[in-house]
């Protein structure tokens, strides 16, 4: 059902919600009402919808018309603080349970708002009552620190709230955990009723064969680190912000301390006003450094994942993903980063350097979250592989690059097309690399008075010349570094030989006529 403006407009406080907000509620409380009081629920609904306003309003009819009490599970001491403060505006009086916490008067509380791991110390230690808890509500849910606490809670309705029903462990999939998934509001519904900013998403393609999987199913630190804080990559980081972000403010993410620091390196040499952030910052230096990236309108800010989640900063332009991902929640937590709505602001930009957008598709894209839910390894199966990514990659050269080449119509070179026409007749596969070397030759040449101009122009050709190679080494399957080194040399070299040789033939081919003495 579309927002009206004034609904939109309505919501001065957090008593005020939005009609999807409110049918929400009441399809969980439906759903409590209907089960057993063991029952365990799971809601969805996208980064940017109000999940703690749709709980907060949960607690405060919950403790209305309920004599038991509530306790909201949180992984992080900023979603501790947060969801406090939104219970305190729904009138919820609430006791936060952090490391300091005094315990004594628990009894005058009938709500609860607890660190995961703090909590389970408190338990452990027999030092928490709660033998009157009849709703317990965790946020961010795919985090499997919670389950442990769920033998605490055996007599206890239980809802779990978050943007993504897909666990972050494949071993410990949500469904064993929960009975029953409602889905809520898509991204793309509450894009359309203004609720959520829409992503304009440009993709660099990365090579990224040389990253290694972890224990965790996502990619390791150091394998992420050896890339992205190579030269090439960070220049292509650089060039990209240029392209697409200059001016705007912006968020960085990587994987790795040390590929931020090298970003905050690079960035600052460039000249721009770049700021680092990571989990070894003190609070103070935190604050500092979030309220110059709140004050400086075109200010960036690289970081490793600490503010994925519990970060809320509107004016948020554009977001970078810096680092390659296997978690589909992470992919949605970065980009969600910058969906948050303004009065002048209904778009930001994402630039993906990692390249999720082709492993998960469009953020915001109409998911089947119930089949996520229900077959998590189905999903995660019918992701592509980092092979296949790339094996669909079509090599694009930069502009300035391009522009060196304006009189050639066509500088792309199709190299598994090549290879799959020369074995069907009954070539070498030697020739699919001799026409390549044509090709490269003749545009060129194309764009030369002289040898010379055509040998210089064959030195921008290195990367498309490496990523020919690479496509030429997967059709053989031959593909030992060495092997593939070489090649690459003795590819530039006989690009040298055949324009020296055949320059002034093939430049009368093109041109109609010889070139001058």
Known sequence: MPISKTELEERKTGKDLYSYQ?????????SFEESPDDYHLLYQLPTGGGKTVIFSEIVRQYLKHHKKKVLIMTHRIELCKQTSNMLTEFSVVNKVIDSKADLSDQANYSCFVAMVETLNNRLNDDKLDISDVGLV?????????????????????????????????MELPMTDNYDELIVGESIES????????RAEMFSYNVGLTSLVVGANGDYTVKSSEDLYTDSDMLSKLLLAYEERSKGKKTLIFNNGINTSLHVYDTFRRAGYPVAHLDNTNTKKERAQILKWFRKTPDAILTSVSILTTG????????????????????????IGRGSRVLKNKNTFSVIDLGNNFHRFGPWGEDLDWQRIFRSPNYYLDSLLSDEDIESNFRYEMPEEVRSEFANSKEVYFDIQKTYVNSIRNG????????????????????NSEDVYDALLLAKLLGDDIDYRIKRYT??????TFNFVEWLKGDYRKKLNSYLRS???EVFEEVHGYAPKE
Do not use: W
């Open 22 to 30: 409110k049918g929400a509620i009441s399809k969980i409380f439906k």
């Open 474 to 479: 997967k059709c053989i399957s031959k593909s």
């Open 502 to 504: 055949n320059f002034e």
């Open 427 to 446: 070539e070498s596969s030697k020739v699919v690399l001799e026409r390549s070397i044509e090709q490269h030759a003749k545009i060129c040449i194309e």
């Open 137 to 169: 509500i965790i946020d961010e849910a795919h985090y499997n620190s919670f389950t442990k606490l769920f033998k605490f809670f055996s007599q206890s309705f239980i809802l779990g709230v978050t943007a993504t029903p897909l666990s972050s462990s």
């Open 311 to 334: 970060f809320d900063e509107p004016t948020v332009e554009s977001i970078i993903l810096n680092r390659a991902t296997k978690s589909l929640t992470l992919y949605y937590q970065m």
């Open 190 to 197: 509450l894009i359309q009723n203004g609720f959520l900013a």
